[in-house]
């Protein structure tokens, strides 16, 4: 009995893939609109009574806030490129990622949780050239539900619709990771080698969330002071004060404020600081414009005399070395 010849299939591989948390696909108040309202319907991010969110995410939020995001991503878009700083250097991780590892069994990827590319899509294109084994790596040192986990579900959703699923493996959140720690201080001798002036304080900034959440068991907070409180053991040269910013609505967000804090610190005698975001993986509006532009105008402007922010670790070797021992550990021999 003559049988069907089956039809070749790809095997034996392991993908990796890396996920930031996402970007506009441009600058269009149509394309910022579309990216806002994929973030803002996330439940993980947005927890109101979901019917009364929608009628304000659809009437007033998508109304009237991509425009005035828009002109934030204008201000720092890369025009070369035409692409957000995110997604640039987010694929520079990816690309310098599967230079550093260098093996043909192994496939390395990016994603965006919102946006483009999604990992729904990667997660298909890795399943089909034959990843049988996939290593996930959030990109949020820092584990908080509206990111780390939102990613995970994400995940479990694409794999759900999958008929042969690959095995996976998430790595999580590596706020105390020595060679992260070792990276970000790094990152401030080089920073404080390159300008003329001493700071009298060095602010670590890390993106908010609604202090609700942090009541509720969300462990995001303890994270942040933790990898703070690791950097200040290995740089004692300077104080460090850590801030939260980004917050977004009415309600009380974890504190003290970025933004209050930089207004404020010039009537305390505080002149010449230094800013760090160790939770953003990359340079991002929320790194470029909302601390880089926005804060170092208020500060200047209520009396602030020297202001300078210490780069994301971006796609620095450092950062990439990190991100492949963290995978590494995960690597079925």
């Not at 069907?4 to 394309?31: A, F, M, Q, R």
């Not at 005035?68 to 890369?78: G, L, S």
């Not at 692409?83 to 690309?95: C, D, G, I, K, V």
């Not at 800013?275 to 993986?281: E, Q, T």
Request: with cysteine; proline share 6%.
């Amino acid at each position: 009995m003559k049988t069907e010849k089956h039809p070749e299939v790809k095997y034996g591989k392991t993908g990796v893939l890396i996920i930031n948390l996402g970007t506009p696909d441009s600058t269009s108040w149509w394309d910022i609109r579309k990216y806002l309202k994929e973030f803002l319907s996330d439940r993980r991010v947005i927890e109101v009574n979901p019917l009364i969110w929608q009628v304000i995410l659809n009437l007033f939020i998508l109304t009237f806030r991509p425009s005035k995001t828009a002109h934030a991503y204008k201000k720092i878009w890369f025009k070369e490129t035409n692409e957000s700083p995110l997604l640039f250097y987010t694929r520079s991780q990816a690309n310098k990622l599967k230079e550093k590892i260098h093996n043909d069994k192994i496939k390395v990827d990016f994603a965006m949780r919102y946006g483009n590319p999604s990992i729904k899509t990667r997660l298909s294109f890795l399943q089909k050239e034959g990843c049988e084994n996939l290593i996930i790596l959030p990109l949020y040192p820092q584990y908080a539900a509206a990111t780390t986990a939102t990613v995970c579900d994400e995940v479990y959703r694409s794999l759900m619709k999958m008929r042969w699923q690959p095995s996976l493996q998430i790595i999580p959140h590596y706020e105390s990771e020595p060679l992260y720690i070792e990276a970000l201080v790094k990152s401030i001798n080089k920073k404080l080698k390159s300008i003329t002036w001493k700071p009298d304080l060095i602010i670590t900034s890390y993106h908010g969330i609604p202090q609700s959440y942090f009541d509720k068991g969300d462990p995001y907070q303890c994270y942040c002071q933790k990898t703070s409180r690791l950097i200040r053991e290995s740089f004692s040269e300077i104080e460090i004060k850590t801030t939260f910013q980004s917050r977004f609505g009415p309600q009380a967000w974890l504190q003290p404020y970025t933004d209050k804090t930089l207004e404020n610190l010039p009537s305390q005698g505080v002149k010449n600081v230094l800013v760090m975001c160790p939770g953003f993986a990359s340079d991002c509006v929320e790194t470029l414009e909302e601390i880089s532009i926005q804060g170092k105008e208020s500060f200047l402007e209520n009396g602030g005399k020297n202001f300078d922010l210490i780069p994301c670790l971006n796609d620095n070797s450092d950062h990439i070395k990190l991100f492949e021992t963290l995978i590494t550990r995960y690597i079925i021999k």
